[in-house]
């Protein structure tokens, strides 16, 4: 007789009875034994159970459809249901494998035999019933896990791959405006170049004899600033420092600042004033405050000597002594209307005189032992 629906119901497997009864789920059954087999039918009614009575059988049924459990009698020599139930993992690797047993001591074997350890042993003696719905039940649970989980695995990864897609999309859509912004970036700084550009020519406007002195000086600068191992990132800070660093003589009186001869003490005051007045309007302007300290310090001397904070030594800050020497040397270097330009030895030996007192002696020797204005000086 078969168990009817209700049946399973009353066994308390209400839920996994439903989804065993779902039509997708079999259960495949080796027996040989018509009787036993029958117990098991009966056992699992409204289940689809296929009966095979043979091993070519079974594997036959194995091929043409899908399994939720696979269960096998134990009847050797006849048929050694762990070896079939071990075949059957390689065809049907989901499938719940029950072996039927009336064995006690069939445990240590199963282990053994089976590496995977995923095989469930039912002790058929006495029969009971409720103990193999139950556990067709489990296996129903778990081949849905299972299917789930795979689903959910192949949903992921298309997800992942849509995904990598946008990543991919949104990079290309990053890198563009990166060059945009790139470009647009250039274009600013070529634009605050000419600015600045500007603003020294403006000085050397006031002047004329001192006509490409902020450009030199900032070629001397740099070269100097290379060999010292100045910080590569603040290179154009002092660049703009060494442009710009007479600034400040934009505020100074033309009777000073053009006066052919020699200043008195008022106006040497008052022409010591650019640095800071360089200082005070480099200070409006953003691009260039990291060039503001140099700006106001490149008349201070090593000794302390020097103008407007009497900073001594190392106190000076590193770009303005380079920018010192820069100017120093280019005022020595070109004719002026109350001089000749001297002449590179002379250059030399003046640097070698005042290294210590009015310049920092170790970028002194670094300018004269590297030979930096040799390379400018043949040029000119
Ligand atoms: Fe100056």
Not at 87 to 100: F, G, I, K, N, S
Not at 123 to 139: H, I, S
């Amino acid at each position: 007789m078969r168990r009817n629906h209700s049946e399973g119901n009353d066994l308390g497997w209400a839920v996994e009875w439903k989804l065993v009864r779902d039509p997708a789920y079999r259960v495949l059954l080796l027996d040989p034994d018509a009787r036993s087999a029958g117990e098991v039918l009966r056992a699992l009614g409204g289940v689809q159970v296929d009966h095979a009575r043979t091993r070519p059988e079974a594997f036959a049924r194995l091929g043409s459809a899908v399994y939720g459990a696979v269960l096998s009698a134990h009847a050797r020599p006849l048929l050694d249901g762990i070896a079939f139930l071990l075949e059957a993992e390689t065809v049907a690797p989901d499938a719940m494998r029950v072996l039927l047993t009336g064995d006690e001591e069939i445990d240590a074997e199963i282990d053994q035999r089976s590496a995977t350890g995923h095989m469930f042993r039912f002790w058929n003696t006495p029969f009971d019933p409720r103990t193999l719905a139950g556990l067709v039940g489990e296996g129903v649970k778990l081949q849905r896990l299972q299917r789930e989980s795979r689903a959910l695995a192949q949903k992921l990864n298309v997800d992942l791959e849509k995904l990598r897609r946008r990543e991919k999309l949104l990079d290309i859509v990053v890198r563009e405006r990166t060059r945009e912004i790139e470009v647009a970036y250039q274009k600013l700084k070529i634009a605050n170049r000419q600015a600045i550009l500007g603003l020294a020519e403006a000085i050397e406007a006031k002047d004329p004899y001192t006509k490409g002195h902020c450009g030199r000086t900032a070629a001397y600068a740099l070269a100097l600033a290379r060999e010292c191992g100045y910080p590569g990132e603040d290179l154009e800070a002092l660049e703009f420092a060494s442009f710009l660093h007479d600034v400040g003589k934009i505020g100074i009186k033309d009777a000073v600042l053009l006066k052919p001869g020699p200043l008195d003490s008022e106006e040497w005051d008052h022409m010591r004033q650019h640095p800071v007045k360089g200082y005070e309007i480099t200070g409006q302007i953003d691009l260039l405050r990291p060039s503001m300290g140099c700006i106001r310090n490149h008349h201070e001397r090593w000794d302390g000597r020097g103008y407007p904070d009497g900073l001594v030594a190392e106190a000076i800050p590193l770009g303005a002594r380079i920018v010192a020497i820069a100017d120093a040397f280019d005022a020595m270097a070109t004719d002026r209307p109350y001089k000749r330009a001297m002449s590179a030895a002379q250059c030399r030996a003046a640097f070698e005189r005042t290294a210590g007192a009015q310049y920092d002696p170790a970028l002194i020797e670094i300018w004269v032992g590297r030979k930096i204005a040799d390379e400018f000086l043949e040029e000119q």
